[in-house]
């Protein structure tokens, strides 16, 4: 398997590495978690924009870049050596639901917006309690005066309090469809969640009988089923994908300070207990990196081991991460889990992402069920 970058790849992950480097360090990223109202900076994101970040996966014909799965799970892995806030993740992942539905009007009326990033949009799917997957839906629309009205709790939801479009997965006659929402519809209240990764915002999202129009459907029941499937399966690569960048990041952190601090007049990193700590800790990370980008590379190909690859990739990566940045809290020794300094946000990012779209104990669960089918 070739996981070798093109030169257009290239380019793009040392543009946004720079850009993020510069706009928004981690001492800009602390700034923002310490404004819990603001969230994210919308300077660096209209500057990713122009970059192409939310162009990535949208054709040319619509405004983007027509890229892949691929394409941006290396942006989302640069977001993640910085921690950055922001709604990269979830935006995309409402654009590819657009892209993939059979709603020619929604396609040419809402992408070119997206593509720019003008329309900032996320998708409301996990509730409170539930597992990430289709079982855990209990958001209800009705037909009423010929649209929906929708009642629910979501939770989770990357961002809502800046997006101005919201997809929203729901029960419609005992089955799954999909509502795309505007933000400021009478009855939707977004209020801010309390995570243990004080650098992203997640919000609830509450929906008490908001009315949508007919035409608010981007999938009804049927097809919303594959493309929940689908969603949820980007969702998992990409957040593997940051967490790869939390993972790289805390490493390169934990060999440079293993090489400074001294203990019995050595560096610690020449005691052979830190060097195969530090060995194992990039061994499971190049693991799960190849882990991962195989994973982009079978959905965006729709290979029959796709849903496999995925589980695999969320499931190790997740896990790994978050191993990999306990273990670098004790190469710090004392200093390493303190608010002044950064390796404790890393760590709290990989724990988040170790949940989101699913735990690895559904992801195990996936894979058991999968090769028992197999096999029988």
């Known amino acids: 398997m070739d996981f070798s970058l093109s030169d257009e790849q290239e380019l793009l992950v040392r543009s946004t590495r720079q850009l993020l480097t510069r706009d928004s360090p981690i001492s800009r990223v602390r700034e923002l978690a310490d404004k819990a109202e603001q969230g994210f900076d919308p300077r660096v994101w209209e500057k990713g924009g122009d970059l192409g970040w939310p162009a990535l996966p949208i054709p040319t ?125 009478p009855g939707l209240t977004v209020r801010r969640q309390r995570t243990i990764d004080v650098t992203r915002r997640l919000d609830e999202v509450v929906l008490v009988d908001v009315v949508v129009p007919a035409s608010a459907l981007l999938n009804a029941p049927g097809p919303a089923d594959s493309a929940v499937a689908y969603q949820l399966r980007c969702g998992a690569v990409l957040i593997s994908a940051e967490s790869l960048g939390v993972g790289e990041r805390v490493l390169d952190m934990t060999v440079d300070y293993a090489k400074v601090r001294t203990q019995f007049g050595r560096p610690i990193g020449s005691f052979q207990a830190v060097k195969h700590k530090c060995a194992t800790m990039r061994m499971g990370l190049q693991a799960s990196s190849a882990a991962t980008y195989y994973a982009a590379m079978a959905v965006t190909s729709d290979t029959r081991d796709a849903e496999e690859a995925v589980a695999v990739a969320k499931a190790y990566t997740s896990q790994t991460i978050a191993d990999l940045t306990s273990e670098a809290l004790q190469v710090h020794g004392g200093i390493g889990f303190t608010w002044e300094h950064d390796l404790h946000l890393y760590h709290r990012r990989a724990k988040a992402n170790q949940v989101l779209f699913g735990d690895p104990f559904l992801y195990h669960e996936r894979l058991a069920a999968m090769l028992a089918s197999s096999v029988g």
């Open 61 to 185: 014909e619509y405004g983007g870049l027509d890229g892949d799965l691929v394409d941006v799970a290396l942006i989302t892995k640069e977001h993640g050596r910085t921690v950055q806030p922001g709604p990269l993740v979830s935006h995309v992942l409402v654009a590819l639901a657009i892209l993939r539905s059979t709603r020619d009007d929604l396609r040419s009326r809402l992408l070119p917006d997206l593509a720019t990033g003008e329309t900032v949009a996320t998708w409301a799917f996990a509730e409170p309690g539930q597992a990430w997957d289709a079982g855990g839906v209990h958001t209800e629309a009705v037909e009423h005066s010929g649209g929906f009205r929708l009642n629910g709790v979501k939770t989770a939801v990357q961002d809502a309090g800046h997006a101005r479009l919201i997809l929203v997965t729901a029960l419609l006659d005992g089955e799954l469809a999909q509502f795309l929402v505007d933000a400021g519809a």
